[in-house]
């Protein structure tokens, strides 16, 4: 049965396969040629070649419908885990004749879903029909395809033709981000080094300062930054923008992907607390962009990164193991999320971390959380698997060493 069905796939794929309606036809053309043969009736003679014929120009005809097609894709939009994609192909009916009874199949990659479908009833000469669909999304990462199916049994369903087209094309799915209302991981970590960064609110407050430049006065400029020398030359009110001073630390945000991460449950799936480790990464890391922090973030295989879109997209392609192609970790406070308890221990001083257990023992991993962490001072958090990960992560900091 399965050498049978490759064969017919062969078949549909290089020249064309028959229909169930082909197959019908042609053992009631075969069998009017027996029967003429026996009764040496003209008759049957002339139904069987009739049927003959038929078959003969239906195996033609459906290669030909799918000639003279061009297919093209629109770029996909990124979107994150969990929201739909929206995916467009334009087929490009480019002869002088109608193209019907169309078939289009798009392969997708196994992990996003099942190849998506559609018919297409007829497209006119010189004209294009727009296929758009929506996939649901699941899970998190860069996804590459480019094979299209055009399939015909056009114009009488005797026979199936099937045409492949290479249309490349890629989707970016996100990692979901957690809507954090607090981080004490992240809050307190440049409260207790004392090198917090000025906002634009001190600089607001301020009275005195390196003047940038002068714009005409806005309803609501407090009037201290009024400069009334200025003004009064030009006749208008003009208003003072100091310099913004900010101190020299910044937040970096580095992941442990070059780490091979253990799995509690089938090892060929991906391991879940290194999906659960990405979703912290981009929550972290929005939550101090949305506080006005200077943020980068860091994998082993792109190394630092600043920028809303691409820590999105280094964040959507790490994977754990990946290969190393970044230089050591920076060596000023950081926030390290990782699985190996014994990295701790290397961690620049005043740096925060998340530690996610695997597949260990709680006894287990208290120890080795312990032993790593007695020769430095370090704050953290131990991810508890049956505790959701948003509430954890604010939380008031409770594992110490």
């Known amino acids: 049965m ?3 069905r490759q064969m017919a796939d062969w ?26 043969t026996n009764t040496m009736a003209g008759w049957l003679y002339v139904i069987s070649g009739i049927g003959l014929a038929l078959l003969a120009i ?37 002869s002088k004749h109608n193209k019907t009874l169309l078939q289009v199949q798009d392969l997708l990659p196994h992990v996003l879903g099942q190849p998506a479908v559609t018919s297409i009833e007829r497209i006119a000469p010189q004209t294009s029909h727009r296929w758009i669909y929506t996939q649901p999304t699941v899970r998190r990462g860069v996804y590459r395809w480019q ?37 004490p ?30 714009r005409p006065y ?24 100091l310099e913004v001073f900010t101190g020299g630390q910044e937040l970096i945000i580095c992941l442990d992907s ?18 659960q480790a990405v979703i912290a990464a981009a929550s972290l890391y929005f939550y101090a962009c949305h506080r006005s922090m200077s943020v980068r973030l860091w994998t082993a295989g792109t190394g630092l990164l600043q920028g809303n879109q691409g820590a999105l997209e280094a964040l959507a392609a790490t994977y754990s193991g990946e290969p190393i192609r970044a230089e050591s970790l920076p060596t000023v406070p950081l926030i390290w999320l990782t699985q190996n308890p014994a990295s701790l221990n290397t961690l620049p001083p005043g740096s925060r971390w998340i530690l996610w257990t695997g ?25 508890k698997p049956e505790q959701e990960l948003q509430l954890q992560l604010q939380t008031r900091l409770g594992a110490r060493g």
């Open 2 to 4: 399965k050498i049978t």
């Open 11 to 36: 078949l549909e794929s290089h020249w064309v396969t028959p229909a169930y309606s082909g197959w019908l036809l042609g053992g009631v053309s075969i069998f009017f040629f027996m029967a003429a």
């Open 58 to 94: 239906a195996a033609i005809l459906p290669e030909r419908m799918l000639h003279d097609l061009s297919l093209q894709r629109s770029p996909i939009h990124p979107v994150s885990a969990g929201d739909l994609l929206t995916v467009e192909v334009v087929i490009e009916n480019g």
């Open 147 to 183: 094979t299209l199916h055009l399939r015909t049994a056009a114009p009488w369903g005797l026979f199936w033709c099937r045409r492949s087209r290479t249309v490349k094309t890629m989707a970016i799915v996100y990692p979901t981000v957690l809507p954090l209302t607090q981080c």
């Open 185 to 214: 991981l992240i809050d307190e970590m440049g409260r207790d080094t004392s090198l917090q960064l000025n906002s634009d609110r001190r600089a607001q407050a301020a009275t005195e300062g390196l003047t940038r430049s002068l």
């Open 218 to 241: 806005r309803w609501g400029d407090p009037t201290r930054f009024v400069h009334w020398r200025t003004s009064a030359r030009y006749g208008e009110l003009r208003v003072r923008e």
């Open 258 to 275: 070059a780490a091979v991460w253990r799995s509690a449950t089938s090892l060929a799936d991906p391991p879940e607390d290194f999906e």
């Open 359 to 383: 597949n260990q023992s709680p006894e287990q991993w208290q120890s080795e959380t312990k032993s790593a962490l007695l020769t430095r001072s370090s704050v953290g958090i131990v991810i």
